[in-house]
């Protein structure tokens, strides 16, 4: 099959994608994957044959988008409020921008089928001007329809360009879901009904050897410090998840992003060493807590290790993720929005002291080793393609 990746230019978009598109390069598909030019090393590091589709839209235009509401406005609305908002502009301007670039690409290739990342609207826009098959595929939680519905009507102008009176409904195309399913809350209509759940390959415990970083640590107990890869610069919030656990018993490795800047940290305690990065699979067997954000990459690799967590999420789909991993008993959600040092460290301190979390994440990381592998979901792709 000739099969065509898209995600957007963010590693925490392309990364939950490269299993899928390595596996079927392996098997011998001819595979490509579109991102944006400033990310292509990414996937080519995966030997993922990777183009660059970036947009040439108005500025001015992407600006008005973006401050459609003012401060004042975006403070008074509820988490569900701003993350439609948020879904709607990137499809209005990510989808508006780079649409003409991504349709000569599909156009040129033909491929049998477009796989595109949850939050890449280009590639389903393209692939039904084009007339091709999509599937969408996860990068983190599902969503609900109602949070996604902004999005997908910011299409029908944007196709109307070439012809199409609307954006297809999208009911019936498949979904490629990596969220382990105990986590779904009951009740919500999600957006794609139709889920093919899917291995988050990419966290996965893996062989490895014990990091450096853990040798000579003085305490029984370790914390994994993290903000992913997108909020590991925001002013004061790994200095405050760090520093919340000072005075603790309890060894801390954070990591803070390969250009972090170690010096604004002080001077540390003992039991604490700060990482620009370490592989999550690496560190992630040795620990007995995470404290993070609740981005995708970092809930998902917790939970694959049987980790449990103290989440204090900052922005976007963080909030649901959080809310789901406390309400399965497999962390504790502390602050949201701004993490405070008194609500990290009387959350690690609940974590770290009652089994029931650290049992509640292994029964996840049970159900998620049983997942379909990507191998496996490849045997399926043929009957999406038709």
């Not at 944006?36 to 008005?64: F, K, L, M, W």
């Not at 001007?129 to 329809?145: F, M, N, Q």
């Not at 990065?277 to 970092?298: K, W």
């Amino acid at each position: 099959m000739r099969l065509f990746f898209s995600a957007g230019a963010g590693y925490s978009h392309i990364a939950p994608l490269l299993p899928l598109a390595v596996a079927a390069r392996e098997r011998g598909h001819d595979v490509v994957f579109a991102t944006g030019e400033n990310a292509v090393e990414h996937s080519r590091a995966h030997g993922v044959p990777t183009i660059g589709v970036d947009g040439r839209g108005d500025e001015a235009a992407a600006r008005r988008a973006w401050s459609r509401y003012s401060p004042a406005e975006l403070a008074g609305m509820s988490p569900d409020e701003k993350l439609a908002y948020v879904v709607s502009v990137m499809a209005e301007t990510g989808a508006g921008t780079r649409v003409d670039g991504m349709l000569a690409c599909v156009r040129e290739r033909r491929p049998d089928l477009v796989i595109a990342g949850a939050a890449e609207f280009a590639a389903p826009a393209a692939a039904a001007i084009a007339g091709l098959p999509y599937v969408v595929h996860g990068i983190g939680a599902p969503k609900p329809a109602s949070i996604m519905a902004g999005g997908w009507r910011a299409l029908d102008p944007i196709v109307g360009r070439f012809g199409l009176d609307r954006f297809p409904a999208h009911d019936t195309v498949p979904y490629l879901d990596i969220w382990p399913e105990p986590l779904r809350p009951p009740g919500i209509t999600w957006d794609h009904p139709i889920r093919q759940p899917l291995r988050p390959e990419g966290v996965l415990p893996a062989d490895g050897r014990r990091p450096e970083v853990l040798d000579g640590l003085p305490y029984d107990k370790t914390v994994y410090v993290t903000a992913g890869t997108s909020h590991n610069t925001r002013p004061g919030v790994l200095e405050t998840m760090i520093s919340a656990l000072h005075d603790e018993r309890v060894n801390v490795v954070a990591t803070i992003g390969r250009d972090g800047d170690r010096k604004r940290f002080g001077a540390l305690p003992d039991g604490v060493r700060v990482e620009n990065f370490l592989p999550q699979q690496r560190i992630l067997p040795y620990v007995d807590a995470v404290v993070c954000h609740a981005g995708a990459g970092t809930v998902l690799g917790a939970l694959a290790h049987g980790v449990p967590m103290v989440v204090s999420p900052l922005a976007t789909d963080q909030f649901d993720m959080a809310a789901q991993v406390d309400a399965a008993g497999a962390g504790v959600l502390a602050d949201p929005g701004s993490p405070t040092r008194a609500g990290i460290r009387d959350a690690v301190r609940t974590v770290l002291g009652d089994p029931a979390y650290r049992a509640s994440a292994a029964s996840l990381a049970a159900w998620v080793a049983t997942m379909p592998d990507p191998a496996s979901v490849l045997d399926r792709l043929p009957e999406y393609a038709n």
